[in-house]
């Protein structure tokens, strides 16, 4: 059992995600405004334009999935849609839950619980 939360924790906790919010729309606004100025306003896969406030739909893809790297030379960006966006996290998602062992590589089962481990001899037991 948790120990209960004061309100002095609630504060401070919500001072820090605030905080972390904070810091990451910054972070975002300055590599955002830096690939706006870098790339044409294109997505890059599927080729549709922006412009005006439709620019809104258009993101700023991290190549590594590392949102703290972030190259001057925007090296590590792509501009792309919301909806290719979307679709590129997905494809790696679904690559992660579909990906197999290598020969020679172990694989960790991805959950060691069984809950069902018992239930035959539940079952044995009741006959």
Same mark, same amino acid.
């Given at each position: 059992m948790s120990p209960k939360k004061t309100p002095a924790d609630i504060n401070t906790q919500d001072e820090i995600v605030a905080m972390a919010r904070r810091q990451q729309a910054q972070r975002e606004k300055g590599y955002r405004a830096q690939a706006f100025k870098l790339y044409p306003k294109i997505c890059a896969r599927c080729g549709r334009e922006f412009s005006?406030? +439709? !620019? &809104?739909? !258009?993101?700023?893809?991290? +190549? /590594?999935? %590392?949102? %703290?790297? %972030? *190259? *001057? /030379?925007?090296?590590?960006?792509?501009? !792309? =849609? !919301? $909806? =290719?966006?979307?679709?590129?996290?997905? &494809? $790696?998602?679904?690559? /992660?839950? $579909?990906?197999r062992a290598t020969p020679g590589e172990e694989r960790v089962p991805p959950s060691t619980h069984r809950p069902f481990a018992v239930l035959e001899s539940l079952l044995k037991r009741k006959t």
């Open positions: 005006g406030e +439709k !620019l &809104r739909e !258009l993101t700023v893809h991290h +190549k /590594d999935h %590392n949102h %703290n790297n %972030n *190259p *001057p /030379d925007g090296s590590n960006w792509e501009l !792309l =849609c !919301l $909806y =290719c966006h979307d679709n590129e996290h997905a &494809r $790696y998602q679904v690559a /992660d839950a $579909y990906s």
